[in-house]
């Protein structure tokens, strides 16, 4: 067994904080936000909740990858193709819908900082085209260095703007008072899925991570422990869970209880976001803000439209080695794949942000059952070192989140038909 140390450390770090940067965007920025503006603080629960029932399922990426030293795809192929091939649909699927919302929410963002008067779908369309650029030129490490710079100045602003609000009159001091929207109908039911569908992320993107830690073995030549990759899994998980509950805290200080209601328009929304800020700090911040939310959620973009063509790419070369041999055309197919059909959805959905991203977040919530119920599936397998398999809390926890999440995936659909 290795000893842990502060070096080690420091070499493991980056797979946890990356997985960071990647969940707070749509789901921090919009529907914790939305869930404090709406239901004051009435849904904290459910965010501690819904982190806690999917922290196994993205534990056991980082375990699996620190343990057999290879990405959990080769995990899911020792299961069978069978689950690779349901993976690989289900992950084309979600990765196109999801691509779009956070692409949709960026160009809002853009629109709203530098009074770029065109339609959604036109600014939308520049934004992949500098994606597409970005990914295909090779800039992503200098992004990604700014991405973490940036989410982390977002958060401190976040925790601070919080705690500013805690002495100001926002209108949310008679709180009791204020009438919230109707949580167990068909609509209430709904806004839980879609907060919880990408609460602190999606559960397929536990992939990502792990194909990142395995980058990083090979960028600092050090293969960590099973307890160091768990520390940097802890640190970036513990991490989104905090400032999500920061960010309900701010659409509850800010705007609950004020009368006002996000816009479904990704301009407006925009500037109501920013506008969080704002007021609380001053408008002397808006450039400031508007900045630092845009490039925030350009690289929550850019890290969708990279992790998304890769995690899929490296399914099919397991699913046909002879046929896809590792290379980038593969890479670029699916990229190319993912920035056409994101546009196509987009353009039927330039006028309602808050309806591509609930659909979003709710299939996100549908779908996860299937993919935790996969990842669990690997880790107790008998390929699994047995000595390395998850104990018997984790286990029951796991049991605990996949009840969890079909219970609600069952409510949901009844509260459909009936």
């Known amino acids: 067994m290795k000893n842990t140390n502060y070096q080690n450390i420091q070499k493991t770090i980056g797979p946890g904080i990356l997985f960071a940067g990647a969940a707070i965007g749509g789901s921090h920025l919009i529907q914790s936000t939305r869930a404090g503006a709406d239901y004051g603080f009435d849904l904290l629960t459910i965010v501690i909740l819904i982190n806690l029932f999917k922290y196994p399922f993205f534990e056991f990426g980082h375990r699996y990858t620190a343990v057999t030293g290879e990405s959990i795809l080769n995990g899911y192929a020792k299961l069978g193709k069978s689950t690779l091939w349901i993976f690989l649909i289900m992950n084309i699927f979600t990765s196109v819908i999801n691509g779009a919302a956070v692409t949709l929410v960026t160009a809002g963002l853009c629109a709203n900082l530098f009074s770029i008067m065109l339609s959604p779908a036109i600014i939308s369309l520049l934004v992949l085209i500098v994606i597409t650029a970005i990914l295909f030129i090779g800039r992503y490490a200098m992004l990604d260095m700014v991405m973490k710079i940036m989410i982390a100045i977002l958060a401190i602003t976040t925790i601070i703007t919080v705690?500013?609000?805690?002495?100001?009159?926002?209108?949310?001091?008679?709180?009791?008072?204020?009438?919230?929207?109707d949580l167990w109908n068909a609509a209430g039911i709904a806004f839980l899925l879609a907060l919880m569908g990408w609460m602190p992320a999606p559960i397929e993107i536990s992939v990502w991570p792990s194909l990142w830690a395995l980058e990083r073995s090979k960028q600092t030549h050090y293969r960590?422990?099973?307890?160091?990759?768990?520390?940097?899994?802890?640190?970036?998980?513990?991490?989104?869970?905090?400032?999500?509950?920061?960010?309900?805290?701010?659409?509850?200080?800010?705007?609950?209880?004020?009368?006002?209601?996000?816009s479904n328009s990704s301009v407006v929304f925009s500037?109501?976001?920013?506008?969080?800020?704002?007021?609380?700090?001053?408008?002397?911040?808006?450039?400031?803000?508007?900045?630092?939310?845009?490039?925030?959620?350009?690289?929550?973009?850019?890290?969708?439209?990279?992790?998304?063509?890769?995690?899929?790419?490296?399914?099919?070369?397991?699913?046909?080695?002879?046929?896809?041999?590792?290379?980038?055309?593969?890479?670029?197919?699916?990229?190319?794949?993912?920035?056409?059909?994101?546009?196509?959805?987009?353009?039927?959905?330039?006028?309602?942000?808050?309806?591509?991203?609930?659909?979003?977040?709710?299939?996100?919530?549908?779908?996860?059952?299937?993919?935790?119920?996969?990842?669990?599936?690997?880790?107790?397998?008998?390929?699994?070192?047995?000595?390395?398999?998850?104990?018997?809390?984790?286990?029951?926890?796991?049991?605990?989140?996949?009840?969890?999440?079909?219970?609600?995936?069952?409510?949901?659909?009844?509260?459909?038909?009936?």
């Open 224 to 262: 960590p422990s099973v307890k160091e990759a768990l520390i940097d899994f802890h640190i970036g998980y513990i991490g989104t869970t905090l400032i999500a509950l920061f960010f309900v805290g701010l659409g509850a200080f800010v705007m609950f209880g004020s009368g006002e209601k996000f």
């Open 271 to 418: 500037s109501q976001l920013v506008s969080l800020y704002t007021k609380t700090i001053g408008e002397w911040s808006r450039i400031i803000i508007g900045s630092i939310v845009f490039i925030t959620m350009l690289s929550t973009t850019l890290t969708v439209f990279d992790a998304y063509p890769r995690t899929l790419a490296g399914s099919m070369q397991l699913l046909s080695v002879r046929r896809f041999k590792p290379g980038k055309y593969l890479y670029h197919f699916w990229a190319i794949f993912m920035i056409i059909a994101g546009f196509m959805i987009i353009a039927c959905f330039t006028s309602g942000i808050k309806t591509l991203m609930d659909f979003a977040t709710i299939v996100a919530f549908l779908a996860a059952p299937v993919f935790a119920i996969i990842n669990y599936r690997v880790v107790t397998a008998p390929f699994m070192p047995e000595e390395y398999r998850p104990q018997k809390w984790l286990r029951i926890l796991s049991w605990a989140g996949m009840i969890f999440l079909v219970t609600f995936s069952l409510i949901y659909i009844l509260s459909l038909v009936l």
């Open 163 to 181: 705690f500013i609000a805690l002495g100001i009159d926002t209108g949310s001091a008679n709180q009791n008072l204020v009438s919230k929207p």
